[in-house]
C-alpha cells in the first residue's frame, strides 16, 4: 500500500493567487511521485478554519475534515512563507488545531500523531526559514510526530527585499535539501509503517 | 548489544557544584537501567571546550575526545538549564561544535550523525523549556539525529524565582515527560539499529 | 493631552469566552488609570480580520479599523495566550498586519509607528512567556515601536497542566512585572511625546 | 560630553584571525565618529570569561573589566555571528553575565542598566539574523535597556554556503539598517541622558 503524504500550505493566499510555498512544495512532490508516494497539498487559506484548540470548533470550522486527511496520512508536511522572520500566523493556526488533537489516543492508548513523520518547508524573500522549521519541527514533535534527520528545506534569498523562489527556482543547495527532506520522510515512514513504535512506556 | 546513551550536560556549573540537570538527567538514566541501556554523563563544564566550528580547535581543546563518545553512541540527549529563556552558553557551543562534523560522513557517504536519536532535557525555576527544546531537537535533526516523538522533557515552576528540580523533584506531568522520552529514544534507536536509515537521496 | 494605549488581546476566545489575558491586561489598566492613560482594548477574535500583509485586504476586513486606533495610539500592547510555547496565531497574525504598515511613514518620512511606544503581556497555564515576549518585542521594534525596559509582563504556572491566571491572579513577581510595564511604557511614551525621535538617519 | 558606545564583538574567533562581525561593526562606528560617539570594541574571545551568572566568577575570570566597560558606556550594541541559525555561543554567555548583574541597582534604586540603550549586529553566510536579533534585543530589554527603534542591523546571503560579509560588504539594505541602527541609538541615548527615566513605579 503506497505511502500517503499530506502538505499544508500555510500560505496567507487563497489559491486564487500564486504561492512560492507551492511552487517549493511541488519540488518535493517530484520526487515523491518517483518514490511512489501519494500526496495532496491543501492550502489552509482555501478554508474556514476556526480559532481555537478543539478538533471541531463547530459552526462551519472546515478544520475536522483537513484533520481526518492528516489522520489518515503517513507524513504531513508543513510548508510555510516567512513574514517578519517567522512562519506564517495560517501555520502558528494549523499548529494550534493539530495540538488540539494532542490528548487523543490511537488504539494502543498512544498520541493519534504516532507513527507519523513530519517535515517542514519553508521559503521568503529573506532570513527566518531556520526559525520558522525549528518551530515547526518541535511542535510536531511534541505532539506525537517522528521527526527524520534533514527534513527542514527551505529557500531563502540575501538580506533585503528581493526575488522570491517561484522566481528563482532556489539553488543548488534548497535542491538537495528538498531531496533529503523528501527521501527521509519516505524512509522513516516505510520504517514506522513496517515497525510500528511498541506501545510501551508512552501511552497517555 | 546494548544501546549506548550520551548525556550532554550543559550546566554552566562544573561537578564540583550540584546541578539541578543532573539530578532531572538521573531520573532518564533510572529508566535507562531497567531498559538495558548503557549511559553516562558528561558535564561540559569540567572540561576545556575551544569556541570554534572544526571537529579539533586544537591548542588543549578537549571536544574531540567527547565527539568520539557521541559518534559511539546510539542515543546523544543534550541536558540544559534556563538563563533569560533560552538553552545555556555552554548548550549552545555543544551545538556549535557538534555541527563543526556536519559535513562528515559515515561509510555510506550519510552524515555521521545518522541512525543517531536526539533528545532534550531542561530544568529551569521558570519558562524557557520549550524554548529551548525547539532550539536542541531542531538543530539535531539538522545535522542527522532523528528526533523521536515527546523526547522535551522539563520542569519549570511557576512565574519568577522559586525552588529549582532537585529541591521539587518535578510532577507528574515531568514524570511521565521523563519517561516517554527515555522509552521513545530506545524505541527508535533500537529500530535504527536494525533498519538504518538507507542511503538513498540522503547522502552529503 | 492624556496619553493614549491600546491593547490589542490576541485570545483565541472571542468576548462571548472569559481571557485570561483579559484579566491580565486589566491589572496592568488599573495602573494606567492612576497615571492618567486613556486605554482602550480591543478582543481581536471579535472582528474579521483578513490574512494578508496590505495595510486594508478589502472583502470587510475590519483591520483598518483597528489600524486606525494604533495609529492614534502613543502605546501599544500586545496580549497574548501561550499555545505550545509560543504566542497565539492571532498575535501573529496582528504582526503581520502591523507589518504591512511598514513602509507607511508619518509627515517627518520615518516609519509611522516611530514615537510609539510597544509592550508585551502574556499569560499561559505555562511555559513560554519569554518566548513570546522575545518575538512580539522584537517585531514591534523593527517595524518603529520604541522598547522600554521591562515591558515584557507574564504569568505563567508550573510545568503541566494547572490552573490559568484567572484563578490564580498570578504572584508578586507578575505584579511587580505588571507596574513596571505599565510606569515605563507610561514614562517613554511621554518622552517621545515631549522630545520626539530627530527625522535624522531613520527615514525611509 | 560625548556620547560612550560599548561593542561586544562576540565572534567565537579572537582577534588573530578576521572578524565579518568586526567588519559590519566598523560600518556602525564610521557613523558614530560623525555623530562624536566615542566607541570601542571588545573581541570577547580574546579574553577569559567565565561561565556562570555571578558579577565576578573569580579565579580569573575577566568579565568584570567588561562589564565596568558596560556600566560606564552609554549604548550597548551586541554583535554576532550566525552558527545554525542563531546567535553565538559567545553571545548566549555575554547574555548570561549581563543577567548577572540584573539584580544591581543604581541609585535611585532602578536596574543598572536603565538610561542605557542597546541594539544588535549580525552576521553570517546566511539565515538567522531575525532570530539572533530577537534573542539579544528582548534579553537587554528584560534586564533594563531600552531598545529604539531599528536596531536589528543585519547582512545574510542567499540559503546555503556563500560568500560573507567581509567579502561581499553587504547591500543597500544592510547599509540602511547600520544607519538607522547608529543614528536611533545616538538619538535615544542623547534623550535618556538628558530625560533620565523617572524612578517611578520601576524600582526593585
Redesign the interface.
Known amino acids: 500500500m503506497a505511502l500517503k503524504a499530506v502538505f499544508l500550505n500555510c500560505s ?2 487563497s489559491s486564487e493567487e500564486e504561492s512560492n510555498t507551492d511552487v517549493f512544495i511541488k519540488d518535493v512532490q517530484a ?1 515523491y511521485e518517483k518514490l511512489g508516494v501519494e500526496s495532496e497539498v491543501i492550502r489552509l ?1 482555501d478554508y474556514y478554519i476556526a ?3 478543539e478538533e471541531d470548533m463547530e459552526d462551519g470550522d472546515e478544520w475536522p475534515e483537513i484533520l481526518e486527511l492528516v489522520k489518515d496520512a503517513d507524513i504531513l508536511i508543513l510548508g510555510t512563507p516567512i ?8 501555520a ?2 494549523a ?2 488545531r493539530l ?1 488540539g488533537s494532542s490528548s487523543v489516543t490511537n488504539d494502543k492508548g498512544q ?1 493519534i ?2 507513527n507519523k513523520v513530519g517535515g517542514a518547508v519553508i521559503t521568503g524573500n ?6 520558522s ?3 515547526i ?3 510536531l ?12 528545506a ?8 528581493g526575488p522570491s523562489y517561484g522566481e528563482t527556482g ?5 535542491k538537495a535539501a528538498i ?2 527532506l ?3 520522510t ?3 515512514a516505510n ?1 514506522l509503517k ?2 510500528p ?2 506501545a ?3 501511552t497517555l
Open positions: 496567507l493566499k520526487h487559506a480559532f481555537g484548540v513574514w517578519l522572520g517567522e512562519k506564517s500566523s495560517i502558528t493556526q499548529i494550534e495540538y498520541a500523531f504516532y529573506e532570513d527566518g526559514a531556520k526559525h522549521a525549528a518551530s519541527l518541535y511542535s514533535s511534541h505532539i506525537g510526530f517522528a521527526i527524520p534527520p534533514n527534513v527542514d527551505y529557500w531563502v534569498g540575501e538580506a533585503g527585499p532556489g539553488n543548488d543547495f534548497s531531496q533529503r523528501a527521501y527521509n519516505y524512509h522513516l520504517m513496517e515497525h513504535i511498541p510501551e512506556g508512552n
